[in-house]
Nanobody, 120 residues
Framework: QVQLVESGGGLVQAGGSLRLSCVVS????????MGWYRHAPGKQRELVAR???????NYADSVEGRFTISRDNAKNTVYLQMDSLKPDDTADYYC??????????????WGKGTLVTVSS
């Protein structure tokens, strides 16, 4: 089975930094795109950042210039470096990956989330 496990969340003050990590394990043939989503209470889940297998990245307008997504293919890990954090960044952050396992086509997998809280 495929599992995604996030880590690195916590409580920080505005202007601070955190780095989230997501490790993918299990029966993996290929990891395609990976990304980070966030979900704040009462708000819709949104894409924060995404990185393709070729290294192309895209970001939500609200985080561009402050967040950086990267991946280490040897470790099956994707990271999200978050700088200049704002209270509006407070949310549960979820790792997502498109993975080809036993099937011929990729499927989306999700981690259980890690909480990021930014205080004023």
């Amino acid at each position: 089975q495929v599992q995604l496990v996030e880590s690195g969340g916590g409580l920080v003050q505005a202007g601070g930094s955190l780095r989230l990590s997501c490790v993918v394990s299990g029966s993996i043939f290929r990891i395609n795109a990976m990304g980070w989503y966030r979900h704040a209470p009462g708000k819709q889940r949104e894409l924060v950042a995404r990185i393709t297998s070729g290294g192309y990245t895209n970001y939500a307008d609200s985080v561009e210039g402050r967040f950086t997504i990267s991946r280490d293919n040897a470790k099956n890990t994707v990271y999200l470096q978050m700088d200049s954090l704002k209270p509006d960044d407070t949310a549960d952050y979820y790792c997502n990956a498109a993975i080809t396992s036993r099937g011929a086509y990729p499927m989306n997998y999700w981690g259980k989330g890690t909480l990021v809280t930014v205080s004023s």
